[in-house]
């Protein structure tokens, strides 16, 4: 089965502009995550999807972030103003059922920003 | 406040040897747990899942235990080749309400070196 696509693979911009990453989950995928992923650590959720519905986003910048999955399938995540501190690898996962469920739960390859 | 802990950070082994790693988690009640394997520039990659009664599973040369007692975990990596250097994670589920709320180590990363 495809897996779960991302893109861009890399962007670089400067501080104060906007950037957004996008995802395509697996076919069938309910649930839908963004995390970030800062040098040297592990993935921080920011933002869970159930189809086109918000389960968690205790931990998204709501001031800068947003996320949204109108059509409950593919998602973008966007940053607007960027900040220095936002540079690491945003990656997108999904699965059949909630995480902490033993269903597929699969990453996708992340895009990595450099904020300049 | 539930916790992975993983160590050692880094590892640097030479190529065919074994090496271990570990995962303590204060992570309760518990579910399952998980560790993945992340290459640089990539996305993580499931290598095993073990629920409270399951203390060993394995996948190829990877071989991981589980003691929900002591609240350890280990994966094992036996004739390490070069495709091994990657960094490995831990991740935790607990179960009831919470069981959204994965809980993930900041991994060790691993250097096999020919």
């Known amino acids: 089965e495809a897996g779960v696509a991302q893109s861009p693979r890399y962007k670089i911009i400067e501080k104060r502009q906007s950037v957004a990453f996008w995802c395509n989950p697996i076919s069938g995928h309910a649930t839908l995550y963004w995390y970030q992923q800062i040098l040297g650590q592990g993935p921080k959720l920011l933002i869970q999807f159930q189809n086109n519905g918000v389960v968690d986003d205790s931990q998204l910048p709501k001031d800068r972030f947003s996320a949204e999955r109108l059509k409950g399938v593919d998602s973008t995540l966007k940053i607007q103003p960027a900040k220095l501190e936002d540079s690491a690898v945003y990656l997108c996962?999904?699965?059949?059922?909630?995480?902490?469920?033993?269903?597929?739960?699969?990453f996708g390859s992340g895009t990595r920003l450099t904020v300049v | 406040k539930n916790q992975v802990e993983q160590s050692p950070q880094s590892l640097i082994i030479l190529e065919g040897k074994n090496c271990t790693l570990q995962c303590n988690y204060t992570v309760s009640p518990f579910s399952n747990l998980r560790w993945y394997k992340q290459d640089t520039g990539r996305g993580p990659v499931s290598l095993t899942i073990?629920?409270?009664?399951?203390n060993t599973k394995s996948n190829g040369r990877y071989t991981a235990t589980l003691d929900a007692d002591t609240k350890q975990s280990s994966l094992h990596i036996t004739a390490s080749q070069l495709s091994d250097s990657a960094s490995y994670i831990c991740v935790v589920s607990p179960s009831g309400a919470g069981s959204y709320q994965l809980t993930f180590g900041k991994g060790t990363k691993l250097s096999v070196i020919p």
């Open positions: 073990m629920t409270f009664s399951e």
């Open positions: 996962a999904s699965s059949l059922a909630g995480r902490g469920q033993l269903n597929g739960y699969t």
